[in-house]
């Protein structure tokens, strides 16, 4: 459809993927050599500069291959959230797919028992091993993307408050778009753009918990699962203030949250005229 189109051009627009004239800029033709979302390329780039670079190729991988949580079978799940919580990152999704990962990986480097192949481990913790095998590969083949583009790959840093940091903000460089407010308290998620009210997904690391995150970035919108926003990591108003082009923001349809943001823009920007004053 025409609109949907336009709507593709102006996010890419957004992602500083397109030059004045329509067509890929320097950084869209870098970005289009990742076979990825436009987002996620530009997640990807972003690390480059906040030197987060191995955790987001992993992000990348987890959220490109299937998804690695299993459906438990009928009266186990609660046993699968247990087992799911020991990969929990405070931080969020995003972060507890790391975590999932960095495990697997484990689990495969001591799988040389015939008593406990990765397989099992996989079984034991109602995880897909197929979809995790998948994912090795595509994060194998992102890193040869990264090496034949010359593009540094940082050393992991995973865990440390600088590292998270660097995440979130390679993850809202690509992802601002996604960004979703709980408006109630009670995890009715209402999304900047779409003006749509959306649940967290059974799989997120805070569903079913006290804890609901009020800002949040998420990875995809799923109308036909209830509503739902999968792959959820909280994040903060400043930080949206600061990585979101100003142009995409004057664009955002008025709403209680575009209010509570442009306070936080209001509260960041140089008070040149204060100062004025004072002198």
């Not at 990264?146 to 809202?172: A, H, Q, T, V, W």
């Not at 995409?248 to 005229?273: C, G, R």
Request: charged share 20%; glycine share 2%.
């Amino acid at each position: 459809a025409p609109e949907s189109l336009m709507q593709a051009l102006e996010d890419l627009d957004y992602l500083a993927a397109l030059d004045n004239d329509g067509n890929l800029s320097e950084f869209g033709i870098i970005m289009s050599e990742f076979p990825l979302d436009p987002q996620l390329s530009k997640s990807i780039l972003a690390s480059c500069e906040f030197e987060c670079v191995d955790e987001m190729l992993t992000i990348a991988a987890m959220v490109t291959a299937p998804n690695c949580f299993l459906h438990a079978p009928p009266g186990t799940e609660e046993i699968a959230l247990t087992c799911w919580r020991k990969f929990s990152h405070p931080a969020g999704d995003h972060f507890t797919l790391i975590n999932v990962f960095n495990a697997f990986k484990e689990a495969s480097a001591n799988s040389t028992s015939q008593y406990y192949s990765n397989e099992k481990w996989c079984r034991d913790y109602f995880l897909s091993c197929s979809a995790l095998r998948m994912a090795e590969i595509i994060r194998a083949e992102l890193v040869e993307i990264m090496k034949r583009i010359e593009l540094p790959i940082s050393e992991p840093d995973f865990g440390s408050k600088e590292n998270i940091l660097s995440i979130k903000k390679s993850l809202l460089s690509g992802y601002f778009m996604h960004i979703a407010r709980d408006v109630d308290g009670s995890g009715n998620y209402l999304m900047l753009t779409h003006r749509q009210v959306a649940q967290l997904h059974p799989f997120s690391s805070y569903y079913n918990t006290r804890r609901i995150p009020e800002w949040v970035l998420f990875h995809e919108f799923s109308i036909s699962e209830d509503n739902s926003i999968r792959v959820v990591s909280e994040i903060s108003p400043d930080l949206f203030v600061e990585l979101v082009p100003q142009y995409y923001f004057s664009n955002l349809p008025p709403s209680e949250s575009k209010d509570i943001l442009q306070e936080a823009i209001n509260h960041l920007s140089p008070v040149s005229t204060m100062k004025e004053e004072q002198k």
